[in-house]
């Protein structure tokens, strides 16, 4: 596979931002949806619209899930959402942002809020090249608040 997917367990790998031409190779390795957590209009040059990748990722046979925030600025209900993906669906995800540090965050709080702990998603990440120790506490917290 030429996209730079970074496995952070046997089921989820983050990416940079993906393009609508991705989508088949995707699918053709294996996955079953993507995740998008990237706002339309960040300040990226050529950064697709959330719909063309979303009828990208269709057409390939993909769910596509929209989660996007800003920073580690997630939300409870994006935990949740994300979670019930992997609880609900078989098959391995590809969440992406710009760097892959916001789709890791989610990954995380997702994990924790269904049991993993926290120094397990903390080395996870890190094998990955995702270094969300700052983010730990904001993790916990969003990962409390999905499960309430």
């Not at 995740?35 to 619209?49: L, Y």
């Not at 596509?64 to 609880?87: C, K, N």
Request: with cysteine.
């Amino acid at each position: 596979m030429s996209l730079p997917l970074l496995p952070l367990d046997d089921r989820v790998a983050v990416a940079g931002q993906l393009q609508p031409g991705d989508m088949v190779e995707i699918a053709a390795a294996g996955y079953v949806a993507v995740v998008n957590n990237r706002p339309d209009g960040e300040a990226m040059f050529g950064q697709p619209r959330t719909a063309d990748l979303r009828k990208a990722a269709e057409a390939a046979g993909l769910v596509f899930l929209d989660l996007p925030f800003s920073g580690p600025r997630a939300t409870p209900e994006q935990v949740r959402a994300f979670a019930d993906l992997l609880a609900g669906r078989p098959g391995r995800v590809v969440a992406f942002c710009k760097s892959g540090m916001r789709s890791a965050l989610l990954w995380g709080a997702a994990s924790i809020a269904s049991g993993r702990g926290l120094d397990e998603v903390l080395s996870a990440a890190m094998r990955a090249g995702q270094n969300l120790d700052p983010v730990g506490e904001t993790m916990v917290a969003l990962a409390n608040s999905a499960r309430s």
